[in-house]
């Protein structure tokens, strides 16, 4: 299983990103996907959720704000980040959960997404 994301960078206040989390070695439309984010000093962050069947979740620290999507053919979870703050800078993972499973049980590796002033 391999979680792999991409997009993350250096972006002004205000802007915006796009990650992407592609999947191998799942049945990735039987999986609720999640977005987590870690900050230095901090504790890793459940932020936007969505389950097998396309219902999202957001954290209130980025609703209105950020979208978490996903396209099951082609194995890929989106997270559109609009509107960034500095206090969004963080490493960004996606981690999967099959469905029925308590835990998250597979992440990537992660990608810094860096907000500045």
């Known amino acids: 299983v391999q979680l792999v994301e991409s997009g993350g960078g250096l972006v002004q206040a205000g802007g915006s990103l796009r990650l992407s989390c592609a999947a191998s070695g799942i049945t990735f439309n039987v999986y609720n996907m999640g977005w987590y984010r870690q900050a230095p000093g901090k504790q890793r962050e459940l932020f936007a959720t969505i389950t097998s069947g396309g219902t999202t979740n957001y954290a209130d620290s980025v609703k209105g704000r950020f979208t978490i999507s996903r396209d099951n053919a082609k194995k890929t979870v989106y997270l559109q980040m609009n509107s960034l703050k500095p206090e969004d800078t963080a490493v960004y993972y996606c981690?999967?959960?099959?469905?029925?499973?308590?835990?998250?049980?597979?992440w990537g590796q992660g990608t810094q997404v860096t907000v500045s002033s």
């Open positions: 981690a999967s959960r099959e469905v029925g499973a308590v835990e998250y049980n597979y």
